[in-house]
């Protein structure tokens, strides 16, 4: 059986990736587990989401295992100078909440996956505001991607960048050297639910069954337990503009 190739990973993402490793390499001490639990190509990595920095330590634990992920972020951070030429250049994808716009990051993505290509999806959509960092009621974005491509989805969690920038954070502490732990589970069987209508309950059904495999990896991670209840930010809607 032939293995399907990688896409080739654009010049721009080699460039920034040669410059930024070192750094990361030299300001943290890494715990990479379940490269195995990786398909060779087109899946979606779903992520908890704890601090700024997440995006980088995810895209590093990913780029080492020979993938160069495509990371789904809000718009607006195409608009900040030299950072929106650096999204557009490596092939991130903009995602436009709350606009017109909004469906077209599905669009984005479906394409991206059926290029052969990892996307990142943090399905919490914001940082997590439990107050111990455990993940949240996860959005039915990625969900509703993972049923309409058939992709498969797979649960990452990640601990200890936080430790370099708090979330919400000004001071960034490389040192001493932080580990970070990021551990890729087996992805979710959501194959009973391709057939089902996508309503409110079938996405809800297939982002609880993601959000759950996340934090059973980040209880490993931890060697603690989640709460029985996940935070939801529809029940505390203050905390949404906490910055």
């Given at each position: 059986?032939?293995?399907p190739?990688?896409?080739?990973?654009?010049?721009?993402?080699?460039?920034?990736?040669?410059?930024?490793?070192?750094?990361?390499?030299?300001?943290?001490?890494?715990?990479?587990?379940?490269?195995k639990n990786?398909?060779?190509?087109?899946?979606?990595?779903a992520a908890n989401?704890?601090?700024?920095v997440d995006?980088?330590?995810?895209?590093?634990?990913?780029?080492?295992?020979g993938?160069?992920?495509k990371?789904?972020?809000k718009?607006?951070l195409?608009?900040v100078?030299?950072?929106?030429?650096i999204?557009?250049?490596?092939?991130?994808?903009?995602?436009?909440?709350?606009?017109a716009g909004?469906?077209?990051?599905?669009?984005?993505?479906?394409?991206?996956?059926d290029?052969g290509?990892c996307?990142?999806f943090?399905p919490?959509g914001?940082?997590?505001?439990?107050?111990?960092?455990w993940?949240m009621?996860?959005k039915?974005?990625?969900?509703?991607?993972?049923?309409?491509?058939?992709?498969?989805?797979?649960p990452i969690?990640?601990?200890?960048?936080?430790?370099?920038?708090?979330p919400?954070?000004?001071?960034?502490?490389?040192?001493?050297?932080?580990?970070v732990?990021?551990?890729?589970?087996p992805?979710?069987?959501?194959?009973?639910?391709?057939?089902?209508?996508?309503?409110?309950?079938?996405?809800r059904?297939a982002?609880?069954?993601?959000?759950?495999?996340?934090?059973?990896?980040?209880?490993?991670?931890?060697g603690a337990?989640?709460?029985?209840?996940?935070?939801?930010?529809r029940?505390h809607p203050g905390?949404?503009?906490?910055r």
């Amino acid at each position: 059986m032939t293995v399907p190739s990688l896409p080739e990973t654009p010049r721009a993402y080699r460039t920034l990736a040669f410059f930024l490793r070192p750094i990361l390499f030299a300001i943290t001490r890494r715990d990479w587990r379940g490269a195995k639990n990786l398909p060779p190509t087109g899946f979606i990595a779903a992520a908890n989401h704890v601090t700024e920095v997440d995006p980088v330590t995810l895209a590093h634990f990913l780029y080492d295992q020979g993938r160069a992920p495509k990371i789904t972020a809000k718009a607006s951070l195409w608009k900040v100078p030299v950072l929106g030429r650096i999204l557009t250049s490596t092939g991130m994808i903009p995602v436009h909440r709350g606009t017109a716009g909004a469906a077209q990051s599905l669009v984005d993505s479906t394409a991206r996956l059926d290029e052969g290509e990892c996307v990142v999806f943090f399905p919490e959509g914001t940082l997590t505001r439990d107050p111990d960092g455990w993940p949240m009621v996860g959005k039915t974005g990625v969900a509703r991607l993972a049923l309409t491509s058939r992709a498969p989805v797979v649960p990452i969690a990640q601990w200890g960048a936080e430790q370099l920038l708090a979330p919400y954070g000004k001071v960034f502490k490389p040192i001493p050297p932080k580990r970070v732990a990021v551990h890729a589970g087996p992805p979710v069987d959501l194959s009973d639910l391709y057939d089902r209508p996508q309503d409110t309950a079938t996405l809800r059904e297939a982002t609880e069954r993601i959000m759950a495999a996340i934090t059973r990896q980040l209880e490993e991670i931890r060697g603690a337990k989640a709460p029985a209840e996940r935070f939801d930010l529809r029940q505390h809607p203050g905390s949404e503009r906490r910055r």
